[in-house]
């Protein structure tokens, strides 16, 4: 009880902490709510709360949240960001490339200079995290073998599309429920791609763009694509914040023209 009891406060930090995130990039409550109920509400978290072994997923996302709330908030709370996303990368280490959506241009917002020299910090954490993990010879050790074998062919491909289907697929009760690429799930997957394109696009003078969402998404995927036999549901947990805020993007863009 006490590990689903951790599991199940860490997703609801998680929940509080992206409704703080979006409402303050979105500037509205409307946007905020979206993003926190889709993301909270997810019937694909079910993996990833639901066992003490993946716990770094919600752990990850959490400090992640963090470091970009404090990032927005002034030069000092900055600070202490890359702090934040050191405890973050060393809860999954996937997450070492989404400093970079900080890096999106907002409306309104400053030039890529200055939201890159604000972003530094961050991205020289992921950077230096990745290279050490690299350099560590970890992916001959213990994130070696056939196990994590990896490719970089067609299987990343098929393996996004995957994931993508997995989100869309409201007939399955359980999707993921076989932890393997889904040669036959690109259809699925490319169409509701396409979509999100189009949400992009329409939307893309909304106050949170759907492309900051968007791009989320799939930095936090990047990590994953290229093992061959480690297709888990959990894997979904930090990118699907980003597709709760593409949709949360979109609603804030609509209720502006309504």
């Known amino acids: 009880f006490p590990y689903h009891l951790v599991s199940a406060l860490l997703h609801g930090a998680n929940v509080a902490l992206l409704y703080l995130f979006v409402r303050g990039r979105s500037g509205g409550v409307l946007a905020g709510g979206v993003a926190a109920g889709l993301f909270g509400t997810s019937r694909l978290h079910m993996t990833a709360i639901g066992s003490a072994a993946t716990i770094g997923e919600p752990l990850a996302l959490g400090f992640t949240l963090g470091a970009l709330l404090l990032h927005d908030r002034g030069r000092l709370a900055r600070l202490a960001a890359p702090v934040l996303l050191l405890f973050a990368l060393l809860s999954k ?8 959506v900080l890096l999106l241009p907002r409306p309104g917002g400053p030039p ?34 056939q196990a994590y074998a990896r490719a970089f062919g067609a299987n990343l491909f098929l393996n996004l599309m995957t994931y993508t289907k997995w989100v869309v697929d409201m007939a399955d009760p359980f999707p993921g429920l076989v932890s393997a690429i889904v040669s036959g799930a690109w259809p699925a997957g490319a169409v509701a791609t396409v979509l999100l394109g189009i949400l992009a696009l329409v939307a893309r003078r909304a106050t949170l763009p759907p492309v900051f969402g968007a791009s989320w998404w799939l930095l936090a995927l990047l990590p994953v694509l290229p093992l061959l036999h480690h297709s888990y549901l959990y894997y979904l947990y930090v990118p699907m914040a980003g597709m709760a805020m593409v949709v949360a993007g979109v609603a804030g863009w609509a209720e502006r023209w309504a």
């Open 112 to 145: 890529l200079r200055d939201r890159l020299r604000r972003a530094l910090p961050l991205l020289i954490i992921g950077a230096v995290f990745t290279f050490g993990l690299l350099a560590s010879g970890a992916g001959t050790t213990h994130l070696g073998g």
């Open 93 to 100: 280490e996937s997450v070492a490339l989404l400093p970079a």
